[in-house]
């Protein structure tokens, strides 16, 4: 059937999917419970950290564009069997997301305290500088973890790419069992250990980057006969010159889509905190929740941008226009399901916290939006990693990064600082505009320009 794939569809893209989501899922279950575990603590450290996460957020994003904009070359040169050109994707990654990293630790140690203040109103001068001080002592410890983030990054994707995202998905639980255990620790202050509050829970994830980056390697550099791909990729980092310029031309337009779109939401986010401190942390709840749900469609994404890409690669390009299509499909499918569990769990998760009423309402309206609008979330994410997967940098720009500073991020500002609208109105508004995004990115995907081999 035009929609629905058979067996042997569903099984390899459910060997690709699966470990991703296992990995990212349990992920940002830890990262949810770090948040409740702050939560409990009180509104102002909990806004200090959703701020500090915030920031650092726009770099993820860029490293994922970064190692994402890459592998799209990788996955090509993988789907026709060649592996000298694989790894100096590799050697790319590694070195450019170093590079990266070491900028954006200067900008953060330099700026930190600046990029914090523009999120932080507040009227009342104590609970503002308490903020202040809660995301600085986060920023600050999170750096040290930057490092060993980025090249696990570059690590994992390369595996992803090759179909083999077992091994990432260990490293990742591994890295989240300790971020858990020294969460427990390290946060309240269990077992004889001292309470550090933000501190601990900063310490906690950096102790875990390095966990993760640690499995990663080693396994890898053991296991010669498991990942052929891998032999003698680390004996230099000399990447020819003329594939250099190749990669940049691929992969720097996605890393400023990459960035620009996570500068937009950084914006976004910005924009609702104008509202108040309460805001913010009601907006960081929905959004942690959020994320913890939406790492199926993220899977999704990952498992059809590696599916796609090895079908360009290969040149089958009706087989790979058949497979984004069936993808979509189960996308959309998935999102009926997940959407009607957050929705009935909307009235449940604020609770948990130790906020005030107000703003339990607040976070609970926003996540029953968010349920409802979810469908739209989901076709416009498949659509994104499938238009990405081949290489066609321009529509993937306009369609990503392009539609959201023209349309999403002119609407909110306009709504927050000049309507007389609530916050759960402009924030339906915010989630109703994918709508846009959706019909452009159907248009795009039937018209079938992204389809290329590289």
């Not at 991703?20 to 603590?41: A, E, H, K, P, Y």
């Not at 986010?269 to 929905?286: F, H, K, P």
């Not at 899977?299 to 796609?308: D, E, H, K, N, P």
């Not at 790979?320 to 189960?330: E, G, L, T, Y």
Request: glycine content about 10%; aromatic content about 10%; overall charge positive.
């Amino acid at each position: 059937m035009k929609y629905i794939g058979d067996r042997n569809f569903y099984r390899k893209m459910l060997a690709l999917l699966v470990p991703i989501l296992i990995q990212t899922g349990i992920t940002n279950f830890v990262s949810m419970l770090d948040n409740l575990m702050i939560g409990r603590t009180g509104t102002a450290q909990i806004a200090g950290v959703a701020v500090a996460n915030q920031i650092l957020f726009v770099f993820m994003l860029c490293i994922f564009g970064l190692v994402s904009g890459a592998g799209v070359i990788g996955a090509q040169y993988y789907g026709r069997g060649d592996f000298d050109g694989f790894r100096n994707i590799l050697r790319f990654k590694l070195t450019a997301v170093t590079v990266l990293t070491a900028a954006a630790c200067v900008l953060f140690l330099t700026a930190g305290d600046f990029l914090i203040m523009r999120f932080i109103h507040e009227d009342d001068p104590s609970v503002r500088q308490a903020a202040l001080e809660y995301a600085g002592t986060y920023l600050r410890i999170s750096l040290v973890g930057l490092v060993p983030y980025g090249l696990s990054q570059a690590l994992a994707s390369t595996l992803r790419e090759t179909g083999r995202s077992v091994l990432p998905m260990i490293a990742g639980l591994c890295a989240v069992a300790v971020n858990l255990f020294l969460n427990f620790l390290l946060i309240s202050g269990r077992l004889g250990a001292p309470a550090l509050g933000v501190a601990g829970a900063a310490i906690a994830t950096v102790a875990s980057r390095y966990v993760e980056l640690g499995i990663i390697a080693v396994c890898v550099a053991a296991g010669r006969k498991r990942y052929p791909f891998m032999r003698g990729a680390l004996k230099t980092l000399r990447v020819p010159g003329a594939l250099v310029r190749e990669i940049l031309i691929r992969s720097l337009p996605l890393v400023f889509n990459e960035t620009m779109w996570a500068l937009g939401m950084t914006v976004i986010a910005r924009l609702y905190s104008l509202r108040g401190l309460d805001v913010v942390t009601a907006y960081n709840i929905e959004t942690t929740f959020f994320n913890l749900f939406f790492v199926a469609f993220q899977s999704a994404g990952s498992a059809a941008g590696i599916l796609v890409g090895q079908r360009l690669g290969a040149g089958e390009m009706e087989e790979a226009k058949d497979d984004a299509r069936k993808m979509i499909a189960f996308s959309f499918a998935l999102s009926i399901v997940i959407g009607a569990a957050f929705a009935a769990l909307s009235g449940v998760i604020p609770g948990l916290y130790n906020v005030g009423d107000d703003v339990r309402s607040l976070a609970s309206s926003l996540m029953l939006i968010c349920a409802v609008t979810l469908p739209l979330e989901a076709v416009v994410n498949e659509l994104y990693f499938i238009i990405r997967s081949g290489g066609r940098v321009a529509i993937t720009i306009i369609f990503d990064s392009g539609i959201s500073w023209v349309v999403l991020v002119p609407a909110v500002s306009l709504l927050v600082r000049f309507s007389p609208l609530s916050v759960p109105w402009i924030f339906f508004v915010d989630r109703a505009l994918s709508l846009v995004k959706m019909i452009i990115g159907i248009i795009m995907f039937r018209h079938g320009k992204w389809r290329r081999r590289i």
